[in-house]
């Protein structure tokens, strides 16, 4: 078998992450048959085939899973020691791989990585903005967000953003054409704005006053997958929305939206940052812990 090519490996990482040679194309700068003809030559160099390709899909076969597997350990590796060495000139360099909500990339992750790359400008950052939870170690991610009771139990975590909290909102003609809910079940009979995550899954909307606690799955109209578009249809009147505080706020203190239910929805947990405590953080990803730590102190 041939020397390994990092360049195919590191195509196909691309690949086997977004499930799609026109994705991985579009993440690598490259064009989709420049990709196509890396995976060709990588399997012909192999001698075994990687991709199980369809007309809109594309699946890893068991030697893809096992390339897969064995591969981005190593390579990852490969990259944390080249940054290391570039660390000896003084200035942070290399990349970070984050794999983030949608939401948390919005409401949280976007300013943070403003003050950090304005710190550090030989690092770049690729926000993967999966709202699915995924391997972050077998995908080649430095790092991934997700919300603190949903981390795997092997990870180190460190709190980021401080506690959310879930409001319910509507517009102001909302509330003068409609029974203004003084419970969460008279939701019920209320349009709502609902939700769906990536896997298919409702969002179900969540209340919690004293010792009662409700779980509901509201109804209405619209569906949306979304939080943004939810919000942006309980502007427009469409029905109430469940959404982050702080992504409301603006338009409460301007009276575009008002907010109902305020003592049913306390403050819960918040987003945490979280990697492979077995695998040392290369230096963008030590930098990036350094600078939340030093935030949570201020």
Same mark, same amino acid.
């Given at each position: 078998?041939? =020397?390994?090519?990092?360049?195919?490996?590191?195509?196909?990482?691309?690949?086997?992450?977004?499930?799609?040679?026109?994705?991985?194309?579009?993440?690598?700068?490259?064009?989709?048959?420049?990709?196509?003809?890396?995976?060709?030559?990588? @399997?012909? @160099?192999?001698?075994?085939?990687?991709?199980?390709?369809?007309?809109?899909?594309?699946?890893?076969?068991? $030697?893809?899973?096992?390339?897969?597997?064995? /591969? &981005?350990? /190593?390579?990852?590796?490969?990259?944390?020691?080249?940054?290391? %060495?570039?660390?000896?000139?003084?200035?942070?360099?290399?990349?970070?791989?984050?794999?983030?909500? *949608?939401?948390?990339? *919005?409401?949280?992750?976007?300013?943070?990585?403003?003050?950090?790359?304005?710190?550090?400008?030989?690092?770049?950052? =690729?926000?993967?903005?999966?709202?699915?939870?995924?391997?972050?170690?077998?995908?080649?991610?430095?790092?991934?967000? *997700?919300?603190? @009771?949903?981390?795997?139990?092997?990870?180190?975590?460190?709190?980021?953003?401080?506690?959310?909290?879930?409001?319910?909102?509507?517009?102001?003609?909302?509330?003068?054409?409609?029974?203004?809910?003084?419970?969460?079940?008279?939701? #019920?009979?209320?349009?709502?704005?609902?939700?769906?995550?990536?896997?298919?899954?409702?969002?179900?909307? =969540?209340?919690?006053?004293?010792? =009662?606690?409700?779980?509901?799955?509201?109804?209405?109209?619209? #569906?949306?997958?979304?939080?943004?578009?939810?919000?942006?249809?309980?502007? &427009?009147?469409?029905?109430?929305?469940?959404?982050?505080?702080?992504?409301?706020? &603006?338009?409460?203190? $301007?009276?575009?939206?008002?907010?109902?239910?305020?003592?049913?929805?306390?403050?819960?947990?918040?987003?945490? %940052?979280?990697?492979?405590?077995?695998?040392?953080?290369?230096?963008?990803?030590? $930098?990036?812990?350094?600078? %939340?730590?030093?935030?949570?102190?201020?």
């Amino acid at each position: 078998m041939a =020397e390994p090519d990092f360049q195919h490996l590191r195509i196909f990482l691309a690949v086997a992450e977004a499930r799609s040679f026109r994705a991985a194309a579009l993440n690598l700068g490259l064009s989709p048959s420049a990709v196509s003809q890396a995976m060709r030559r990588l @399997e012909q @160099e192999i001698g075994v085939t990687l991709l199980a390709r369809s007309t809109r899909s594309v699946a890893l076969t068991a $030697a893809g899973q096992q390339l897969l597997t064995q /591969a &981005e350990p /190593a390579l990852r590796s490969l990259r944390q020691s080249y940054a290391d %060495l570039s660390q000896l000139g003084g200035e942070i360099k290399g990349c970070l791989r984050l794999s983030v909500p *949608r939401s948390a990339a *919005r409401l949280v992750l976007a300013p943070l990585v403003a003050r950090f790359l304005a710190a550090h400008p030989a690092v770049e950052v =690729e926000l993967h903005t999966q709202d699915v939870m995924v391997d972050i170690v077998a995908l080649g991610f430095d790092a991934g967000v *997700r919300f603190a @009771e949903r981390l795997p139990l092997d990870m180190v975590a460190i709190p980021l953003g401080g506690a959310q909290r879930f409001i319910v909102v509507g517009a102001p003609a909302l509330l003068a054409r409609t029974l203004v809910p003084a419970h969460p079940r008279d939701l #019920l009979q209320a349009p709502c704005v609902r939700q769906r995550f990536a896997s298919g899954a409702m969002f179900r909307w =969540e209340f919690e006053c004293g010792a =009662e606690q409700l779980t509901l799955d509201v109804s209405g109209p619209l #569906l949306v997958d979304d939080q943004s578009v939810a919000l942006a249809a309980a502007l &427009e009147g469409a029905g109430f929305a469940y959404v982050y505080e702080c992504a409301a706020r &603006e338009h409460l203190l $301007a009276g575009r939206l008002i907010q109902v239910l305020v003592d049913w929805c306390p403050a819960g947990t918040g987003f945490s %940052l979280y990697y492979p405590g077995r695998s040392q953080a290369g230096p963008a990803l030590r $930098a990036f812990i350094a600078m %939340l730590k030093a935030q949570a102190t201020v």
